[in-house]
């Protein structure tokens, strides 16, 4: 008995010093903690007013968000920032001493947070309605805070979430980049661009949330934009996007009716046109000799039926005259399919959009997004895609406050929770290499060279191409209610496949916003990068087993009175 009792003395003897370091260091993070809330729960002390608080908000600040003296000798920052612009006139928090550290990583975010809290005898800034603090070191314009709620947002475009790294300048250079004027930032994460200000202003402690990737400072709040106006990019920011050639076409019969905005003047070119229709916010700009009209596509002028390019040649009078108009492309979105929204009520119905990986779900979520007005759900969960627009991403999959739910599932058990699906199939090939892409390079980029002549690539296809295969079987044995479309019908004939898929999902929807989202089909998602040096990576074997699932979805298709499969799955 005295063995056992001797080594417990033992073991307990070395480990008295650790036991008592661990509730040491306990205690003391607890009373730090305690300390700081009861601190900040005290009642702010008004500060006398400083030489500062004359200066505008709109100055520009250098450093890590915080107010330096050589900012207000820069150049940059003059009086022609404030022309024609409604500048908040209010005063600027001070500046609490001591040092900041970079924010590197976080242990010196943490090292930074302890000497603030020893060394500032004042407390932290007060982010009040009398102590604003907009991005200091961003090149934009500060205007205010707005009400982003009611029906005519005139923030739509360019729309993007960032729920870990928002800041007002990463806002401020995607909207640079799409040539508009105003950024706005709500609820600490998301970012909304336009050409013409909110309506409503609202008081400045109203945009209370801190942008999630720059503590400190004020990315609006729910339903609140902090707006700031747009002067120019930041260093190392994608290039401005210019005017996109779409075609010659000829004029339509009712120009006013069409065209709702021109400009006449002489020596008109491109870039004018296509600067004065950006500003005014519209996708089209329509160049005939000294004639600029801006435009929606309509279905009296839907891009459809474009002619001889050599019609809108170099001979004005006969362009003029023969009534053939060049159509571009501006940087601007068309806003008039980008607003969205959750259900306002619960589904009845539970509808899934579902795929194998690869096969184009995200593109069609897009196209279904923009089409019906309201946010797709996801059984997985993909921060990517939220950041890229998709706010259905975060809900919950069964919440059923979305139009339809994203899922690569299959089996009996997963497919009978559903009511009614749309099944999306693609070519097994095309879908394979999809998917390869993604794994190795993420959503919009390309595997390497080094993946596709690795035994990844075999294996995957070994495992995968079973798969395609077998999803299309299961969806098609327990699928309740299917509508079947083939991704490469979706992209050959997209309105009228996008309309059957709308119908299906019971929404009813205007041949204009059909039109809009053709206009913006692309959305964000096409990949960037290097392809492939190998445009053809199956080998004869691998042919050999995709061919064999190919025919059999194809007639499993068949059996359930569907059409087989298109002819360009046909075996090669």
């Not at 809290?117 to 500060?142: K, L």
């Not at 661009?193 to 990315?219: D, F, I, Q």
């Not at 002489?266 to 519209?282: I, L, W, Y």
């Not at 069964?398 to 497919?415: L, M």
Request: glycine content about 8%.
């Amino acid at each position: 008995m005295a063995k056992p009792f001797f080594r417990l003395q033992k073991f307990l003897r070395r480990t008295q010093f650790l036991l008592l370091f661990l509730t040491a260091a306990y205690l003391m993070t607890g009373t730090l903690l305690l300390l700081q809330r009861a601190r900040m729960a005290l009642p702010q002390v008004p500060r006398a007013p400083g030489t500062l608080q004359a200066l505008p908000v709109a100055t520009v600040a250098l450093g890590m968000g915080l107010l330096d003296s050589r900012g207000l000798q820069d150049s940059r920052v003059s009086s022609d920032l404030l022309l024609n612009v409604d500048v908040l006139q209010s005063p600027l928090a001070r500046v609490p001493p001591g040092l900041r550290w970079p924010r590197r990583n976080r242990s010196s975010v943490r090292r930074r947070w302890f000497h603030h809290f020893v060394n500032d005898p004042h407390g932290p800034p007060t982010m009040g309605p009398e102590a604003p603090r907009p991005a200091t070191h961003s090149r934009g314009t500060y205007i205010g805070c707005f009400s982003g709620e009611g029906q005519e947002r005139t923030l739509k475009g360019a729309v993007f979430y960032d729920l870990r790294k928002m800041t007002v300048a990463h806002c401020q250079d995607a909207c640079a980049e799409w040539s508009y004027m105003y950024a706005g930032l709500e609820a600490g994460a998301e970012c909304y661009c336009g050409n013409r200000l909110p309506a409503t202003r609202v008081g400045l402690n109203e945009c209370n949330h801190e942008c999630k990737g720059e503590k400190g400072v004020m990315c609006g709040a729910v339903g609140r934009l902090s707006v700031y106006r747009v002067d120019m990019l930041q260093p190392g920011a994608s290039k401005r996007r210019t005017a996109t050639y779409r075609g010659c076409f000829r004029l339509p019969e009712n120009v006013t009716y069409a065209f709702p905005t021109s400009l006449i003047q002489a020596n008109m070119t491109v870039e004018m046109c296509s600067g004065f229709c950006s500003q005014k916010e519209f996708p089209l700009a329509v160049l005939r000799v000294w004639e600029c009209y801006c435009a929606y596509p309509t279905p009296q002028f839907n891009l459809r039926d474009a002619v001889n390019s050599a019609l809108c040649g170099p001979a004005p009078e006969a362009q003029r005259t023969a009534g053939y108009c060049e159509v571009y492309q501006t940087p601007v979105q068309d806003t008039r399919c980008t607003d969205r929204r959750f259900l306002p009520n619960k589904s009845k119905v539970f509808v899934a959009l579902s795929s194998f990986p690869g096969a184009g779900n995200t593109w069609a979520r897009h196209l279904i997004e923009h089409a019906t007005g309201f946010y797709t759900g996801s059984y997985y969960f993909d921060g990517t895609l939220y950041n890229k627009g998709f706010k259905g991403e975060k809900d919950h999959w069964r919440s059923q406050r979305t139009i339809c739910v994203k899922t690569h599932e299959s089996g009996k058990r997963e497919i009978e929770m559903f009511d009614s699906a749309i099944l999306l199939i693609r070519n097994p090939y095309r879908s394979l290499v999809a998917e390869f892409n993604r794994k190795c390079a993420g959503h919009l980029g390309y595997a390497p060279d080094r993946n596709w002549k690795s035994k990844e690539w075999p294996d995957f296809v070994n495992s995968y191409a079973s798969w395609w295969s077998s999803h299309v079987l299961d969806w098609l044995k327990y699928g309740k209610r299917l509508l079947v479309v083939h991704y490469e019908e979706l992209r050959r004939s997209l309105v009228p496949t996008l309309r059957e898929m709308v119908a299906f999902l019971n929404v009813s929807v205007s041949e204009d916003r059909l039109l809009c989202v053709e206009n913006n089909k692309e959305g964000s998602f096409r990949r960037h990068g290097q392809r492939p040096h190998d445009p053809e990576p199956f080998t004869p074997e691998m042919k050999d087993l995709i061919n064999g699932y190919i025919r059999t979805v194809d007639q499993a298709l068949r059996d359930h009175n569907w059409a087989g499969l298109p002819r360009e799955y046909v075996p090669r």
